[in-house]
């Protein structure tokens, strides 16, 4: 049997620092969404082992997160893998857009639903954080409120359709150095705070952007100043780094202005841009 299932990207349209556990894991609140472009990964059991292929060589190692995630599933289901992945990637790596967080969901739900689901979400959640903060989300697959370190995911209903243009810059950029350089004494209740005013009930997310880590990101790569500058002049409501970057995105009123912005930008020769759309709920 085969089955090909679609890895979105994401962007975080707010991020706050909360606190450090003791591992040196930080605590959060994070908005999240994903995005209507992403990688795409294919399993085909119809094998007798495992195999993994990526269209981008430097990846397709046994550390790639589709293989972890593969080998996690089948030590907690006890059912042998043999089948053969095929992972299409399409969105830069070490991006802040969640890639291979997203990957290895992919692989979690894609296998369970080949093997008529051997694992409950529960224990499907429990694998996800143990590959990445991230996968969480990427399992639950639309807008949510993300805390602990990422893993304790609340969906938000009716989120409002958004258009974004992404500009990543070409270089990768490591989290765990974003996050170790982040100084607590930056954190700012306050602005924690302020995700209890709900933007997705009404107000205008461009207006909301927040990400604690684009002040360490901005600070390592001031180049990226400039990125967000030629955003906000090709007309984003709202402009702001994913994650732990280098990504880069702006919030549009719709598809065109959007799509007439990529244009824009691209002409500008600032990195790899794609115009795309906010995954519903
Ligand atoms: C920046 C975000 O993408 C925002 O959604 C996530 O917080 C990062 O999620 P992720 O890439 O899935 O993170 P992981 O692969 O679990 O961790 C990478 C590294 O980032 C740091 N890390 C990650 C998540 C978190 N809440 N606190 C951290 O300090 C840790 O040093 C860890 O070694
Ligand atoms: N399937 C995969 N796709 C991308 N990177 C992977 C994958 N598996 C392992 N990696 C490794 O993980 C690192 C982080 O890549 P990834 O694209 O997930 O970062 P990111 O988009 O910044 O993630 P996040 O936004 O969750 O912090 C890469 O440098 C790469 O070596």
Redesign the pocket.
């Known amino acids: 049997m085969k089955l090909d299932i679609f890895a979105p990207a994401?962007v975080n349209l707010f991020l706050s620092i909360t606190g450090k556990r003791a591992d040196g894991y930080h605590e959060l609140v994070t908005v999240m969404q994903p995005l209507s472009i992403g990688?795409n990964l294919t399993i085909d059991t119809d094998s007798k082992e495992l195999s993994f292929a990526?269209n981008q060589k430097e990846?397709a190692g046994e550390?790639?997160?589709?293989v972890?995630a593969a080998r996690a599933w089948s030590r907690a289901s006890g059912i042998k893998l043999t089948a053969r992945f095929y992972?299409q990637?399409n969105?830069?790596?070490?991006?802040?857009?969640?890639?291979?967080?997203s990957?290895?969901a992919a692989c979690l739900v894609g296998l369970n639903s080949l093997h008529n689901m051997p694992l409950s979400s529960q224990e499907l959640a429990a694998l996800a954080v143990k590959l990445?903060?991230?996968v969480p989300f990427f399992l639950a697959g639309a807008p949510a409120i993300c805390s602990g370190i990422g893993e304790k995911v609340s969906l938000l209903a009716d989120f409002p359709e958004l258009h974004y243009v992404l500009l990543n810059p070409g270089y990768?950029?490591?989290?765990q150095v974003i996050y170790k350089k982040y100084d607590l004494s930056w954190t700012k209740p306050k602005i924690r705070n302020r995700i209890g005013l709900s933007p997705h009930k009404g107000q205008s997310w461009a207006n909301f952007l927040f990400n604690d880590l684009e002040r360490v990101t901005l600070k390592e790569h001031p180049g990226l100043a400039d990125i967000k500058q030629a955003i906000l002049a090709s007309g984003a409501r709202g402009c702001l780094i994913?994650?732990?970057g280098p990504t880069v995105f702006g919030v549009y009123p719709g598809k065109e202005e959007a799509c007439r912005a990529a244009n824009r930008l691209r002409e500008m020769n600032l990195g790899w841009v794609a115009a795309c759309k906010g995954l519903p709920g």
């Open positions: 994401k990688d990526c990846l550390d790639n997160l589709v972890r992972l990637k969105t830069p790596v070490a991006a802040g857009l969640g890639g291979g967080s990957d290895a990445g903060a991230d990768p950029v490591s989290t994913s994650g732990s």
